[in-house]
């Protein structure tokens, strides 16, 4: 019997103060070395994890750290999973997609996508993406053989 092997990955995304945090004094406790990979809680705590993202990281940036390994499992059969997990105001809803709001960056392979967009629209478009050009290149292939 073959025995499956699984890879589980945990990263962290730390939130910006919100302004009304800020207007009302608030002062940020986390802070994330994305260096060795930790997240110090004031000065008491300290946790390490395979990725820590700054208050300050991009949702391209974000995706464009993520997404290589997950869409190659996923397009090769394999399952692949993202979750966020977090108390209520922590960025899940953002950082997954469906806060996605204005206006359409530049990209070629994605340009319909916002820089708000999340990680959930960013996976379908380059799913698709990516199976159009598997297509394309199986069609080249067959041409060549005939």
Same mark, same amino acid.
């Given at each position: 019997m073959e025995t499956a092997t699984s890879q589980v990955r945990v990263g962290v995304r730390i939130r910006p103060l919100t302004s009304k945090e800020s207007s009302e004094g608030g002062q940020a406790i986390v802070t994330g070395n994305a260096f060795d990979h930790t997240i110090s809680l004031s000065t008491k705590r300290k946790f390490t994890y395979d990725s820590v993202f700054h208050s300050n990281v991009t949702q391209t940036e974000l995706y464009e750290d993520l997404?290589?390994?997950l869409l190659d499992a996923f397009l090769n059969g394999y399952n692949a999973t993202v979750l966020a997990y977090g108390q209520t105001g922590s960025g899940k809803?953002?950082?997954?997609?469906?806060?996605?709001?204005?206006?359409?960056f530049d990209n070629d392979e994605n340009s319909s996508l916002n820089e708000s967009d999340g990680l959930i629209p960013r @996976?379908?478009?380059? =799913? @698709?993406?990516?199976? =159009?050009?598997?297509?394309e290149a199986s069609e080249k292939a067959v041409l060549h053989q005939s």
């Open positions: 997404s290589p390994p809803t953002y950082t997954m997609g469906s806060e996605a709001h204005g206006n359409s @996976f379908m478009a380059d =799913i @698709f993406t990516m199976l =159009i050009r598997r297509k």
